[in-house]
């Protein structure tokens, strides 16, 4: 299959080498240039995302934010412009598996139909190590049709692959999930630094924790991070603000409250604040540590 | 053995009834007076704390919060006055199962100690179902050979029991506990309310999150009474604020902010104030609920 794919980073380069290595015919666009390794024969480089589509059957995107997922669409040069000339070729279907607003995700869904094209929402989550490992977790969103047709091609990048529901689903579920991420991080990192000031050992406490109610992937992964104090990434504090302002913009469009995931976002603001915003964000906890240990006034 | 219960509410009746289910001789004293069905010739009706020590070597409390058991400890006919009388008898051991203060119990401890008798805390989790199937998760902290002694007497209440350290680890893991538990519900009822109000079908989000870093005990729980609006306690509000106060009284003594745990308690006063205080905690998600729905002023 001719398959397309737009934004070669961190993410996209590894996700990419998966779909030439399951031998298909690809076709690659990235803003800043091609990175080494990915060149012909194996794949063909296209000066644009216009060119990528006017070749490929299926078009990834895999993008850093919403207006680089609007740019690559709609913008000068971009996928629309090669719908809009397209006669009676195959229908193509547009991936984007960037992590994204859900409801602008509802709109470019919309405006691509309406130009005879398919499109699913596949954001995903398990970071570098699972683009590289092709152990993605992948969220979708859009037609059982459709993800039926590329489900192949996202089983070469993942390995949960879930239909949610309809375009914007897997957006929304991704959006959900990094609320959760951050939330629990925020729960084990009180939880710890109460007992650890109490004079209880925090390894002992989180042992206790595993067994019960209190037991999560967060307590289990990220409780571990905070004991041993290591928090080289892993998903970086950047980039989890980022999603949990995707929450926040989402719950002004939805008429939703988030208190909770608001008081998340500015402790991993805190630790921005700290020059910390390249630390893995079970780092969340440095911030409470310096709100107990640095009053806003010394007499 | 001849062993001493004070304390016969919800909680403490199922547990004294299992101690004596084991055989031993019980000395029983409750301030409202003894439950039916606990009676002689089974087990001794004791007219005070005082009278219960008097007359058994290991004392186990169980009460509402930590001024009752001060009082039960050191107020008028509390235990106290029993070990200060007491002579060449064998040094009595005092298990507190109350959640209560760990920086009261470090105290209370203390001064027990300075009377010649042992103190374990021993908070547990698991509720009433957990009290009356004897599988309670219980909590110590305290010296390591009083916990082997009194070990086979709480493995006839409970199932995972852990020795976390000294005086006050006990109390201090169960804050802990309750505080991860009410932010994970918390983070729960965000990202559900979220993910609903976008239109996504939350049973399929809550599905799709279960296999990665957003999983937890409480997610797939809470997670489905809140699909479900199955909101029969289970853990009462009421309960869970009292376990918060803890928290944030804790919070204070220690020098520690938890302004996540601050926030999560909060939203169980929203429903507290809606009269919804005796709902399992869960139903903290109806708070998140009453927010989006209802501005402060409609113009």
Known sequence: MNVGFVGLGIMGTPMAQHLIGAGHRMFLHSRSGLPQGIAAPAAVACASAAEVARNANVIFIMVPDTPDVEAV??????????????G???????????????????AFAGRINALGADYIDAPVSGGEVGAKAASLTIMCGG??????????????????????????????????????????IAA????????????????????ALMGGFAASRILEVHGERMIKRSFAPGFRIRLHQKDLGLALQGARELDVALPQTAGAAQLMQVCAAHGMADLDHSALVKALEIMAEHPVAEG
Chains 1, 2 share one sequence.
Do not use: C, H, Y
Request: charged content about 15%; cysteine-free; proline content about 5%.
């Open 188 to 207: 084990v990192g009180e939880a710890l630094l109460f007992a650890s000031r109490a004079g209880a050992d925090p390894a002992k406490v989180r042992q």
């Open 88 to 106: 009676d070729g195959p229908r193509r279907i547009i991936v984007d598996m960037s992590s994204i607003s859900p409801t602008a995700t509802k």
């Open 73 to 86: 669409l709609f913008g000068a040069g971009g996928i629309a412009t090669a719908l809009g000339e397209s």
């Open 143 to 184: 037609d059982p049709a459709v993800f039926d047709q590329v489900l192949p091609l996202l089983q070469t990048m993942g390995k949960n692959i879930t239909l949610v529901g309809g375009n914007g689903d897997g957006q929304t579920t991704k959006v959900a999930n990094q609320i959760i991420v951050a939330l629990n």
